[in-house]
């Protein structure tokens, strides 16, 4: 369920970058940790290098965009939570 949903918020969060004026080099950020989460709950890598990548993406997002903050948030959370 938890991976779904981290599927799900990481989908929501690409829908929000695509709307939002957002630089290329943050779009490509997001792009990286989307892949990494991916893989991650994938394939049970470790997790700390992309929670920290996670964490720095959502402090960009502090100001600006805060749904995509939001989301990358609760994504930060389930990972942890799942004890990936």
Known sequence: M???RIRE???????????????DELDQLVSDIDTEIHG?????????AVLEQA????????????TAERVVRE???LLVHMGI
Not at 40 to 48: E, K, L, M, S, T
Not at 55 to 66: D, G, I, R
Request: proline share 2%; hydrophobic share 35%.
């Open 2 to 4: 938890s991976k779904d």
């Open 9 to 23: 918020l990481l989908t929501q969060l690409r829908e929000e970058i695509r709307k939002s004026d957002v630089d």
């Open 40 to 48: 991650v709950i994938d394939d049970n890598a470790d997790i700390d």
């Open 55 to 66: 964490k720095k993406l959502e402090a960009n997002f502090a100001t600006s965009h805060p």
């Open 75 to 77: 994504v930060i959370d």
